[in-house]
């Protein structure tokens, strides 16, 4: 999840410490879909590959997650586009080699898979946490990528941290690392929506709670840093932002910041867009998709 958004949802844990339904196309397709893996700073990066389409959509799924978050789209788009979903390093089926976990050295990997499969007219989606990712590549790579798309994340990029906050914050670090479950487990209910199906939850508090403790949350912590305020005003193309609404987006702070985006209201589904409503999701990624090609 962004780091914005963490402090918003996990605001019970906060506290505690400072004071102690996803549809899929039914359309039979001839697109393979194969899974694979290439090496990248030393850990193998796990994907899936539609390889066929000019326009690719690459997506990186969110904290404590995987690339199978992404089945449905993957079922939706890839008769019209090439697909590429990945597990980021330390998640899913890719490798755990010790490194620097954050979005710069998430956004390596994100090369190594680009340059690896060659891949054209790259729209990249970023959920949860790794909309630092999709904005730091962006900005690394100006022109690269033919759009940049946040799912549900940047909620509030303008948002100034009191000292009180951020002792609160390393206190839950200093907590999470010595006991995760202990720790995240009470507030895995505030990423869902009184809308979200029981299965859903499930899966997401099973991934999460078996999430790498040292990995995890050097990973958190980092996209908890990362300056969205100084960051997203130098990227030059505009941001495409698919937001639930059960959490809202503080849209102002894009406008203060002088940041072109487009905004996409999924509606009051919790913090999995695209399992929990995948119909409308789709149909808002390819309007996205569209406006990206007529750029």
Known sequence: ???????????????????????????????????????????????????????????????????????????????????????????????????????ETYVQDIDSIVDALALKNVILIGHSMSGATV?????????????????????????????????????????????????????????????????IKQRVTKDILASDTTMTMDCLEAMDKYPFATKLPLLKQPVYLIESAFIPTDTAAFTKLGVAYVFYDMGNVGHYPMLENSSRFNALLENIVHACGKQ
């Open 135 to 199: 904005i730091e590549a962006g900005l690394k790579h100006p022109g690269r990528f033919i759009g940049i798309v946040g799912v549900d994340n940047m909620k509030d990029v303008d948002m100034k941290a009191t000292p009180e906050m951020t002792e609160q914050w390393n206190q839950f670090y200093q907590a999470a690392r010595s006991d995760f479950k202990g720790s995240i487990e009470g507030g895995i209910d505030a990423l869902f929506a009184t809308s979200t199906d029981s299965l």
């Open 1 to 103: 999840m962004s780091s914005r958004f963490f402090k918003k949802v996990f605001v019970a844990l906060s506290c505690f410490f400072a004071a102690c339904q996803g549809s899929t196309s039914d359309k039979p397709s001839e697109i393979e879909v194969t899974s694979l893996s290439i090496s990248s700073l030393g850990s193998s990066i796990a994907y899936t590959d539609t390889k066929k389409g000019d326009t690719t959509l690459l997506f990186i799924h969110g904290w404590g997650i995987n690339r199978r978050y992404w089945e449905n789209q993957v079922d939706y788009f890839k008769d019209k586009y090439r697909v590429v979903t990945i597990d980021l390093p330390g998640y899913g089926e890719s490798g755990n080699h010790t490194r620097a976990w954050g979005p």
